[in-house]
């Protein structure tokens, strides 16, 4: 699935099984709150968190998919089309960081 697919199937169901769209800022609001779970998991799992019983269950594809459905909401409500913004994105890093990541040091 593209990108574009994404946005346009997301929307497909908010509009027929979700009614309509929350807030923009209810949305902002949510996505906050999904990558805080995404951050719950890391913690637990790559850093020095141990898991609560609560928490064994959750799975970090799971919570990254909900990221990117509340992204994707937003990026409909705000008429964006995240394929042009990320292509824009990559041509701004390919000029800003053409060499920076390279001569960093703490890369090496």
């Known amino acids: 699935m593209t990108i574009?697919?994404?946005?346009?199937?997301?929307?497909?169901?908010i509009k027929t099984v979700g009614v309509r769209y929350f807030s923009e800022l209810t949305n902002m609001a949510i996505l906050t709150e999904e990558v805080g779970e995404v951050a719950r998991i890391m913690s637990r799992k790559y850093g020095e968190q141990s898991f609560k019983e609560s928490d064994k269950q959750k799975d970090l594809a799971d919570e990254?998919?909900?990221?990117?459905?509340?992204l994707l909401c937003i990026a409909n409500?705000?008429?964006?089309?995240?394929?042009?913004?990320?292509?824009?994105?990559?041509?701004?890093?390919?000029?800003?960081?053409?060499?920076?990541?390279?001569?960093?040091?703490?890369?090496?």
């Open 4 to 13: 574009q697919e994404a946005q346009e199937k997301i929307d497909g169901w």
């Open 77 to 108: 409500q705000t008429g964006i089309d995240m394929t042009t913004a990320l292509e824009k994105n990559f041509e701004k890093k390919n000029i800003r960081d053409a060499s920076r990541h390279k001569d960093n040091e703490k890369l090496q």
């Open 64 to 70: 990254l998919a909900d990221v990117l459905w509340v």
